[in-house]
C-alpha cells in the first residue's frame, strides 16, 4: 500500500472461496468441540482433562482454530468485497451461535452477577458465591468470590437477562443475543468510520468481523467486550460525523459513558474521542468547548446509570479484583514472575508480580498522556495544511483513532491480566485507520489458540517458559522501541 487509503489487490475468486469454506468448517468443529468438552453447565472448569473425550475435544479445537485462523490470515489484506466479507462472516458465526459458551465461563459470572443484583444482592461488594447464587457451580472457581468488575449498565443488563430468561440456560441465551447485537453495531460502525478515514471497507470488515476472537469469544463465548465495542464505535462514529455540533456531541458522549459503564477499558479512548469532537482548527479553546459538550454526555450516562442502579460508584472497587488471575500472556505479569523465579534461585521470594504491575501502569499513563500529546500536536500541524477539505478531514479522523487505538493497545499490553478477547479491543478500532495491519493481526491470530473451549488457559501449561519468553520479547521491543518512539508520527 501506498497510503491509509490504497485499496488492496484484486483476491482471486478460487482463493477466496477456498478461504470461505475452510473456515466455515473450522467455526463447525469448534461447535463440536463446545458439545463435546465445552463449558456446558454441570461441568468443571478442567473438564478437558479429566475426562475420557478430553483428546477429541482438543484435536477437534486445534484443527478448527487453525482453520479459522488459516482462513481469516489468508484474506488479511481484504476480502473481495465488503458485502462478502459481512455474509462469509455472518456464515462463520451461525454453528457458534448454537454452541455452548466456548473459551471461558465468564457468562456464568455474568448470569450469577445478574441474580446477585436482581435478588438485592450488591454485586460490587459480595461474591457470587456468598450472595447464595443458585449457579455457582458453573461459575469459574476463581471468580466466585470475586465481586462484580463490570460497570453498572451491564450488571442492569445482567439482571434483566436473568429476570428475562427465567433460568441458567434462558439468562445465557439472552446474554449472547447481548453480545451479538454488540457484534453487529460494530459491524455497522466498521462502514462509516473506515470511509471517513479513507480505509478500505471490505478491509476493516473483513479484519474485524471475521476475526476468530470475534465468532468464539464474543459470539460463542458472549463477553460483554461485544457491547461496550458496538457503543463505543457508535460514539466515535457520530464523532467523527458530527463534529463540533453540540446536540450530537451529547449523544456520542452517553455512547461513550455506556461503553464505560459496561467496561471501565473504554475511558482510555475518552481523551482521543475529545480531538475527534473538535471542528475547524485546533486550539485549546476548540477542544474545551467541543470536548465540554462530549464530557457532558459521558458523565451524565455513568451518573444515570449509577443513580439508576442504585449502587452508586461501587463498581470502582470491583476494578482492583480484575487482576486476581497471574498469567504470562500479561507482559508486566510475566516480568514479575521471571524475577520471582530468579529470587527462588537465590533463596528469596521477592514477591514482584505486583511490583512489575504497578510500574506497568505508571507506564501506561505515562504512554496515554504521550500519545495524546502527539495525536494534538499533529492536529495542530494541520491547521496549516492547506489541501482539499476532504482529504484533510480523513487526516483528522486518522489521527484521532489512530491514538484511540494505539491507547487500546497500549492498555492490553500494560494490563495486569490478559484474556485472548482483550485483543479485540485496539483491533476494532486500528482496523479502520491503521497501514500496516500485520504487527495488530499476527497477536489476534495467536491469541485464538490460547483457550480451550471449557475455558482452560493453555498458557498455564508453560508458565516458566512463557513468562521467560514473554519476558524476553519485552526488553527486545523496548531496546528496539524506545529509541524510535520520538520519531513516531500519527499518519
Known amino acids: 500500500m501506498t497510503g491509509p487509503g490504497a485499496a488492496p489487490g484484486p483476491i482471486a475468486p478460487g482463493r477466496a472461496l477456498v478461504a470461505r469454506y475452510a473456515g466455515l468448517a473450522g467455526a463447525v468443529l469448534l461447535s463440536v468441540a ?9 461441568t468443571t472448569a478442567d473438564r478437558v482433562w479429566r475426562s475420557a473425550d478430553g483428546p477429541l475435544t482438543v484435536v477437534l479445537w486445534l484443527v478448527g482454530t487453525g482453520l479459522l485462523v488459516g482462513a ?22 451461525l454453528p457458534l451461535l448454537v454452541a455452548p459458551p466456548l473459551g471461558s465461563r465468564d457468562v456464568y459470572s455474568y448470569a450469577c452477577q445478574g441474580w446477585a443484583y436482581a435478588h438485592g444482592v450488591d454485586p460490587y461488594a459480595t461474591g457470587v458465591a456468598a450472595a447464595g447464587c443458585p449457579w455457582v457451580d ?21 439482571a434483566l437477562a436473568v429476570t428475562l430468561g427465567g433460568g441458567l440456560v434462558g439468562a445465557v441465551v439472552v446474554l449472547r443475543l447481548v453480545a451479538v447485537a454488540g457484534v453487529l453495531l460494530a459491524g455497522l460502525c466498521l462502514l462509516g468510520l473506515a ?20 465468532a468464539v469469544h464474543l459470539v460463542a463465548g458472549a463477553h ?10 457508535l460514539g466515535l462514529l457520530v464523532l467523527v460525523r458530527f463534529p463540533g455540533k453540540p446536540r450530537p456531541l451529547l449523544v456520542a458522549g452517553v455512547l461513550l459513558g455506556l461503553a464505560v459503564g459496561v467496561k471501565a477499558t ?49 463498581w470502582v472497587r470491583g476494578l482492583n479484583r480484575s487482576g486476581d488471575s497471574e498469567q504470562w500472556t500479561s507482559p508486566p505479569t510475566a516480568v514479575g514472575m521471571v524475577v520471582d523465579y530468579a529470587g527462588e534461585l537465590l533463596g528469596r521470594r521477592p514477591a514482584a508480580v505486583p511490583v512489575a504491575r504497578a510500574v506497568a501502569l505508571a507506564v501506561l499513563v505515562a504512554l496515554l498522556a504521550l500519545l495524546w500529546w502527539r495525536a494534538w500536536t499533529a492536529l495542530r500541524e494541520l491547521n496549516d495544511v492547506r489541501q482539499r477539505v ?13 491514538g484511540a487505538g494505539l491507547a487500546l493497545a497500549a492498555t492490553v499490553a500494560l494490563a495486569p491480566v490478559f484474556h485472548p478477547w482483550y485483543a479485540t479491543w485496539p483491533l476494532a478500532v486500528l482496523a479502520v485507520v491503521a497501514v500496516r495491519t500485520g504487527w495488530f493481526v499476527l497477536p489476534c491470530a495467536v491469541a485464538a489458540f490460547l483457550a480451550l473451549p471449557d475455558g482452560t488457559n493453555l498458557a498455564r501449561l508453560v508458565k516458566a517458559p512463557g513468562a521467560l519468553v514473554m519476558t524476553v520479547l519485552v526488553v527486545a521491543l523496548a531496546v528496539w522501541g524506545l529509541p524510535r518512539l520520538r520519531n513516531v508520527r500519527p499518519r
Do not use: E
Open 138 to 158: 458453573a461459575v469459574a472457581p476463581i471468580w466466585r468470590d470475586t465481586p462484580a468488575p463490570y460497570g453498572p449498565v451491564f450488571v442492569l443488563l445482567a
Open 72 to 93: 481469516w490470515w489468508a484474506l488479511r489484506d481484504g476480502a473481495p468485497s465488503t458485502g462478502w466479507a459481512y455474509r462469509t462472516a455472518g456464515l462463520w458465526a
Open 390 to 402: 476532504a482529504r484533510m478531514d480523513a487526516a483528522r479522523v486518522r489521527v484521532s483513532l489512530l
Open 195 to 214: 470511509r471517513a478515514a479513507g480505509v478500505p471497507t471490505r478491509r476493516a470488515t473483513w479484519l474485524v468481523l471475521a476475526c476468530p476472537l470475534v
Open 34 to 42: 463446545g458439545y463435546v468438552g465445552g463449558a456446558l453447565p454441570g
Open 224 to 233: 460483554n467486550d461485544a457491547l461496550m465495542l458496538g457503543l463505543l464505535l
Open 266 to 314: 473504554a475511558v482510555v479512548v475518552l481523551p482521543f474521542a475529545a480531538l475527534a469532537a473538535v471542528l475547524g482548527r485546533y486550539t485549546v479553546r476548540s477542544l474545551l468547548r467541543d470536548g465540554g459538550w462530549l464530557a457532558a454526555g459521558v458523565f451524565a450516562a455513568l451518573a444515570g446509570a449509577s443513580l439508576l442502579s442504585g449502587l452508586g460508584l461501587g
